[in-house]
């Protein structure tokens, strides 16, 4: 524990470790986002188009097996990036996340009672209003569960980036192991632990933030 | 007024969904449509407001066709209810009510403003507005549904079996509360559904179709009960379509007799035959059975519970049941403030009803 205090003690080393972390939330939030976006236009192409779903469900679990370090490595290969890009990892756990949350998300909008959707269009919904104001809504909280499971997914495989040098709190496992010094591992261990409970807890609370409806305790009348 | 005109719509599989389909819903009615499943009452409703396109002919609302109208547009313009309410459960019951004005452009305020009136319109509290869906109950939410679908004022009213989730007790009151509204707003109502008792209760005019989407007849209630055209349309509307035909029949006839009368809480003095028991407020209580001896102030516990009551100026189908359910065989008769009138018996009710067959020949 001496080790941990001494650790810490270095100004250059408590700001290292705060860079490290800032890279750690970009690394591991902006690929969330993006994944909202892809999951949600490609949920709607599955729920929309059956013959689509079995291809594009099926491909998405295949790519949920490639072995995370194989996937940073091929990424450059394929789309030409540089192998130190941190763009790899942006790339690669997005793709990960998107074939998490595709298959919630089209269930989700499945899931939205028929009797509901032909409510809105005889209200006079056009489609795309329909489709963001009434089933979008309705799919959040699955959408939810889904993001919370790819939050701490991707909190811990960018920790596995910086074997491949792209920075974030992995360089702490990665120097610790190197020169065999256990105080930047358990640094490491416990700043990762507590961004991934943090993110978690915004999840939820985002949630319940939008869907309000879904959180009703028993006021029958 | 909505016109079909030759309407024939055949589904992808082959199958003839409405056939051929020539009627008129007059403007300011309620007209049913009513049938066994698969009978094309369903698909008739939703190609009025374009849900389905017919395969041929035309149909025509307000004297303009709707194919010729963009389908949101349309339906922006028509009211629709829906089976199970189907209000979105993301939004507050206000915004529910909200959905259409604001499809239209209206302000957020105006739109509200306006659902506000229509909650109170369909007899829901306004604090109410603030709940979501799932904190109604089935019947405060088909009310939801109908004030939704009348929220922009829209002159025709689709309703889909917008009552057959919800329990017997809770649809009449739906029921009732429907001729209420219609009866202020005067709207065109095109009303599915497939039992036969709603429908000759609350149609101006019932469309009954049969299997094949063909249309079998097309007449007002009394009509349908009393001279149904075809063994089809006499087995649909069941076997005991005489006697409720008697819902239309005036009981102004039926001459209301005397009965003598005892007051709970107070002492009996001797006498036969049935007496009925009243309270102060000449409410009926039960019947006191003859022969049967009272000490002291008359007690409840000694009746027997009387039969169902009719109201004076009412249908002769109240009558003849209160007669019939009466255990003194005396049907009791009651002003709209519930006091007794007097009795008729159902040899009298039916001697009313003979002598009105007579007169209409």
Known sequence: MGDLGKYLSDAGTRGAIWRMLLEHVYLSLLPLVISVFLAVVLGWVCHRYGWFRGALLGTANIVYTVPSLALFAIIPAVIGTQVLDINNVVIALTVYTTALLTRPVSDALDAVPAHITAAATAMGFRPLRRFLTVELPLAVPVLFAGLRVGSVSNISLVSVGALIGTGGLGVLFTDGFRSRYLAPIIVGIVLTLLLALLVDGLLVALRQWLTPWNNLQGVKP | ?361
């Open chain 2, 1 to 361: 007024m909505i016109e079909f005109r030759a309407v024939t719509k055949r589904f992808d599989d082959g199958t003839i969904a409405v056939n051929s389909l020539d009627l008129t819903v007059e403007a300011g009615t309620i007209t049913v449509f009513v049938g066994p499943s698969g009978c094309g009452k369903t698909t008739s409703l939703r190609m009025v407001n374009r849900m389905i396109d017919p395969t041929s002919g035309t149909i025509l609302v307000d004297g303009k066709d709707v194919l010729s109208v963009d389908p949101p547009e349309l339906r922006r313009g028509i009211g629709y209810v829906i089976q199970q309410a189907g209000l979105f459960p993301h939004r507050t019951v206000l915004d529910n009510v909200a959905t259409v004005p604001l499809l239209l452009g209206w302000s957020k305020a105006k739109a509200r403003s306006r659902a506000a009136e229509l909650l109170e319109l369909v007899g829901l509290p306004a604090e109410m507005g603030k709940r979501y869906p799932a904190q109604l109950s089935g019947g405060q939410q088909q009310r939801v549904g109908v004030a939704r679908a009348l929220a922009a004022d829209p002159p025709v009213l689709l309703m889909d079996e917008p009552f057959s989730a919800v329990d017997p007790v809770v649809r009449e009151g739906l029921q009732d509360e429907l001729l209420r509204l219609q009866a202020e707003l005067d709207k065109t109502i095109v009303f599915v559904t497939h039992d036969i008792d709603e429908a000759v209760r609350i149609g101006e005019k019932v469309a009954v179709f049969r299997e094949g989407g063909v249309l079998a007849q097309y007449d007002k209630p009394s009509e349908l009960l009393a001279r149904p055209a075809d063994d089809f349309v006499a087995h649909f509307v069941g076997k005991d379509r005489g006697y409720r035909s008697l819902s239309f029949v005036d009981a102004s006839g039926v001459e209301v007799g005397a009965v003598p009368t005892v007051v709970v809480g107070e002492a009996v003095t001797a006498g036969d035959g049935w007496r009925l028991a009243v309270d102060e407020r000449k409410h009926p209580r039960g019947w006191l059975p003859p022969g049967t001896t009272v000490d002291g102030p008359l007690a409840e516990s000694v009746l027997k519970p009387g039969g169902s009551l009719f109201e004076v100026g009412q249908s002769i189908r109240g009558a003849m049941d209160a007669a019939l359910s009466s255990p003194s065989g005396l049907g009791v008769a009651v002003d709209p403030e519930g006091a007794v009138v007097g009795v008729v018996t159902a040899t009298q009710v039916l001697a009313v009803i003979e002598g009105q067959r007579e007169s209409r020949g």
